[in-house]
Structures are given as C-alpha cells and as structure tokens.
C-alpha cells in the first residue's frame, strides 16, 4: 500500500495493509454477524496464514473480538467510528517513526 502525503510518498507493509483490509472489512460488515479469517483471506486473495497472525494481534490491540470455537469467528471490539487510522498504522508498522514534511529550501 502507498499513501501520497506532503509531496513524498508514505509506504506501509503489507502486515500494515492486512490490518487496515480485516479493520475496513469487519467495520463494512457490522457485528451481527461474526466473520471468519478464511472469509476475509478469500475475499481480498490474501494468505489465511498471514490473516491468522494480522487478526491476532489486532485482538492484543483491542481492536477486534475473537470467539473461538464452532460458528465462533471475529468482528469488531469497538464501534468503527472510533477506530484512529494512524493509531492503527503507528501500533502495526515496525519501524515507524515521524519524519518532518516540509520543504528545507522554502523553511527555516
């Protein structure tokens, strides 16, 4: 995934963007109906093996709720509405750090 931001350009890992894909897919679904990691992996082409590790640790976040078990699966622990973009980016993305976004010729 690549985000255009101040004139540079912002890439992610892929570890990022299944994040943002379970989030975006879940909050898009509602939290009647659970969904299972299979469902998404299918939906978006991606590894069920990677989606396994992606889901894990956005329940260690707090970001989704896993019920385990037969017709168990995963939906959102929070309503999407509070769910910060750039906190998921910073708590998913390894190496992470912020750089200024200006131009040094035109700033002091």
Known sequence: MVLRKCGGI?????YTDYSLRVLLYLGIKGNEQL???????DNYNIS???LMKVTYELGQLGYIETIRGRGGGIRLAM???DINIGQVVRKTEEDFY???CFNSENNM
Not at 10 to 14: A, C, D, E, H
Not at 35 to 41: G, M, R, V
């Open 10 to 14: 912002m890439r992610l890992t892929l």
């Open 35 to 41: 969904s299972t990691i299979q469902e998404i992996a």
């Open 48 to 50: 069920k093996n990677h």
């Open 79 to 81: 309503n999407p509405n």
């Open 98 to 100: 912020l750089v200024e």
